[in-house]
Structure formats: structure tokens, C-alpha cells
């Protein structure tokens, strides 16, 4: 079973950046992909941006030129810098780890607010 465990999040002004962290562990099915999600108030959980091996990252359309997906030294570890962040960016934040993007274990989800 894989355990996903995140980090980061929290308040910050219009134009501000934040910085989530994930990290993966535990026995099964070999992780492939890695990806951030996010669900605002209402509104369906989406694909923010998604790192597989061997493939380049893919990202939201409303997020492409502000925020990246890297991936850490640590084996199943991607971060999630967000840069010029916007009021509807606001939402929980869910970081995914699996075989393929959205297929795996889900961490609990970290809150993130952009004030105006």
C-alpha cells in the first residue's frame, strides 16, 4: 500500500508564491506518475499538473507560465512551486502517486488561499 504525505500550503496574497510538497512510500505497485490536484468549493476535483517518467510535465491550461512540477532527489518525492497565484487558485490541493496520473493514493489534501 502507498502512503502519500503532503505538505505546504496556507495563506498568501494576490501574486504571492507557495511551494507543496509530496512525498510517497510504502510497498506496492511500482509509482509511475505523480501528479497535483485540486478541488475548489463546488466545483470537481482537476488536474493542476501531472509528472510521469518519460514524459514531460503536463499542466492546466489556467496555471501553464505560473506554477511547476519538479521532482525531488528523494525517490516518489515532486514538489509543486506556485508563482503569481490568483484568488481562483484557492482550493484544497490533493497530490496523487500512482501507475499512471490520477490511478493511486491520494495524500489528505492542503489548503490554499489567495486573498485579493
Known amino acids: 500500500q502507498v502512503q502519500v504525505v503532503q505538505s505546504g500550503g496556507g495563506l498568501v496574497q494576490a501574486g504571492g508564491s507557495l511551494r507543496l510538497s509530496c512525498a510517497a512510500s510504502g510497498t506496492g505497485p511500482s509509482i509511475n506518475a505523480m501528479g497535483w490536484y485540486r478541488q475548489a468549493p463546488g466545483k470537481q476535483r482537476e488536474l493542476v499538473a501531472g509528472l510521469s517518467i518519460g514524459d514531460r510535465p503536463n499542466y492546466a491550461d489556467s496555471v501553464k507560465g505560473r506554477f511547476t512540477i519538479s521532482r525531488g532527489n528523494t525517490r516518489n518525492t515532486v514538489y509543486l512551486q506556485m508563482n503569481s497565484l490568483k484568488p481562483e487558485d484557492t482550493a484544497v490541493y490533493y497530490c496523487?502517486?500512482?501507475?499512471?496520473?490520477?490511478?493511486?493514493?491520494w495524500g489528505r489534501g492542503t489548503q490554499v488561499t489567495v486573498s485579493s
Open positions: 496523487n502517486a500512482g501507475w499512471t496520473l490520477g490511478s493511486g493514493s
